[in-house]
């Protein structure tokens, strides 16, 4: 039934490659039917479990029986959704299948026009057999947005060999909370790290042809409590200095083509029917032209769980007035009640066209409306989601993001040692992966065919490097079993060095104690692992204690004689190959923290990024210090700083105008007797200001590959754009008077202070500042090691 003919028999307009997309979409929109226009606005998710064992929110709630697949696509369809990520499938059977699924769509449909497919892809392509990355806080970790661009790519390009347009990642939610259980799911607490390193991921993952989904906008991260879905109690400030900053960096450097709304509701205004957020900011001032999504069921959570709409339409009309585009994941309020509103006119037809064309244009951008486009990847045959090269990425990825938070000479690992092998997590695979890995997110529900990978564990890893090694579990990452406490303690005792595996279990909606829905009440180690340290240390045995986590977990006075502690954020499938070469010293530990380790358990919720009185002060007993400060992190080598200094403006180094650039440098050394990577990094204080300002906040950084001896000069070059914020009119502004740009190996070790005075009147900024400070390291002549 496909209609794709001109009165004079030439080619569609809609198929001229020749037109502009949007020329193309005008051209195909007026021919459209009400029902064709609305199926393109939805997705439809087949093979979704009801069973309660899902990997959305009230799934089994919101999944009903479908009609038809042959009463679905007659009008043709918008979305499939999670071809791949939905039940273990071999890829090219898959790509095949999916292929198929097309072929029937474009012939069903007057036009022809292929779905948009998509998946989860946050620690790489969520499918069967997939390559599983290191989650996001270990892209923080690592600071490094070169190779989690170049992680994106690989992702991107296997997606797109398969048949797939759309990835539903990054995540760029700043964390503000770790009690909230999609901690593991953030790249960190700073919005700075957030949005240069979320910006890199989206490059990637568009270079390789696949759209990137900006996702949870905004203000998901900032629930009240922790807990999933909460309310989020945010003030205007909150929200335009620490939470939107990433998502503009995201479009502006990236160059994203979708967005997907927060479930939350911010000061009782649910996201998903927020018109002054998905179109008054995203849309009107900052540009964006791409498409809004609908995170899983929110059009009609605006009914079901937010109360602000009455029914499947008034659901529907209240998001498309807001600005989404898309109804995922499978067609429900934007389906038949949809279609029999806009029949008798209770939803404005004007709102359907602006979703339709916005939705016709990317898939014109992504060539799926083009003369000779193929359902069928031409090397189908030969097509792999895990192989050497994604393989190499995800291990060095994973060796960079390892945190050596304290060491008092145990590490690395003496060799000859009798070591002992402690903890639940030290011989699980499931401890390298966060909750949205394919065998996490899926492959639970799905034993009988295997984790699809080979996921060497800690203790696998360590064998090959330890010839003496023990190992004893001691107890369960969850429960209150301590029957193996006495053998792990016997364990450490008998051993020269214990390394003590505690930590998380990443899972969905309380299967877990760390992901989607498993939030947590506190910061203490799940289940009895606390105990399991406590018998541990008590041995006298010097003890390592590595957290394979997904937050950061309270390391109070308890834990301070451990020998060493050794921070890791679900490293993926490579990732006991990267603790174990950490461990015994064949790699640096380059690491530093995304998010502050907090000493106190309680007393939340607490990130550094907080003004005077969120700190330490007089008029409160309780101490929000951290062990161990955003961005800290040590090395097997030593460094030295020295000679910080302003290099531009030269006539006043002083003064910075409030419409230009600083220009500062500082001189690092590699002091120590072997190779290493310094992670340089630059805050901004200031002072007084007309609101409340945190003490600090990152705003420059660059890692720095010494070898022993080796000298460096870094220059960051600052846009005073940096320094502005939300002022008492509500407007972004530079502001003059006096600032300090602090040299610091972390937020809290400050190597270095340059005194500067912004100079000039108040500055009003928008969309057009800029948005990221410049780095230039230049290598020095090395100097002597015995100078």
Known sequence: MTDQSLEDGGVAPWRDQRLSPTDRAEALLPKMSI??????????????????EGVAPHQSDMISELPEWSTVIRYGLGQLTRPFGTAP????????????????????????????????????????????????????????????????????????????????????????????GRTEETIGEDPYLVGTTGAAYVRGLERAGVVATLKHFAGYSASRGGRNLAPVPMGRRELADV???????????????????????????????????????????????????ADYFAVRFLQTLHGVAGDAVDAARLALRAGIDVELPTVDAFGAPLVEAARRGEVDEALIDRAVRRVLIQKIELGLLDEGWQELPADVASLHFDDEASQDIAV???????????????LPLPGGSRVALVGPLGDDPMAMLGCYSFPNHVGVNHSDFGLGLDIPTLRDELARRVPLLSHEPGCTVTGEDTSGIPAAVAAAAAADVCVLAVGDRAGMFGRGTSGEGCDAVDLRLPGVQADLVRAVLATGTPVVLVLMTGRPYALGPEFDEAAAVVQAFFLGQLGGQALAEVLTGAVNPSGRLPVSVPRDAGGLPSTYLAPPLGRRNKVSSVDPTPTYPFGHGLSYTTFEWSDATVVEPRDDPAAWPVDGEVRVRITVANTGARAGVEVVQLYLHDPVAQTTRPVVRLIGYTRLPMGPGEVAQVTFGVPADVASFTGLTGRRIVEPGDVELRFGRSSGDVAAVLPLRLVGTERQVGDERELVTSVRVEPLVAVSQSA
Request: aromatic content about 8%.
């Open 243 to 293: 939470i939107l900053p990433p998502f503009e960096m995201a479009l502006r450097l990236g160059g994203a083509r979708s967005v997907m709304n927060s479930y939350a509701e911010i000061d009782g205004l649910p996201v998903a029917a927020d018109r002054g957020l998905l179109t008054g900011l995203l849309r009107d001032e900052w540009g964006f032209t791409g498409t809004v999504v």
């Open 396 to 410: 060095r990825l994973a060796r960079e993001s390892v945190v050596l938070l304290r060491n008092t000479g145990v």
């Open 35 to 52: 029902e064709e226009k609305i199926a393109q606005l939805v997705g439809v998710w087949v093979g979704a479990e009801a069973s309660g």
């Open 89 to 180: 499938v071999d890829p090219v059977s898959g790509a095949r299948s999916l292929a198929a699924s097309q072929a029937q769509i474009v012939a069903a449909s007057r036009f022809g026009i292929p779905a948009q497919v998509h998946e989860e892809c946050l620690t790489g392509f969520a499918a069967w057999r997939a390559t599983v990355y290191p989650t996001p806080l270990s892209w923080g970790a690592s600071f490094d947005p070169e190779l989690v661009e170049a992680m994106a790519d690989r992702i991107g390009r296997s997606m797109r060999a398969a048949g797939v347009h759309q990835g539903l990642a990054p995540v760029l939610d700043v964390t503000r909370d770790y009690r909230w």
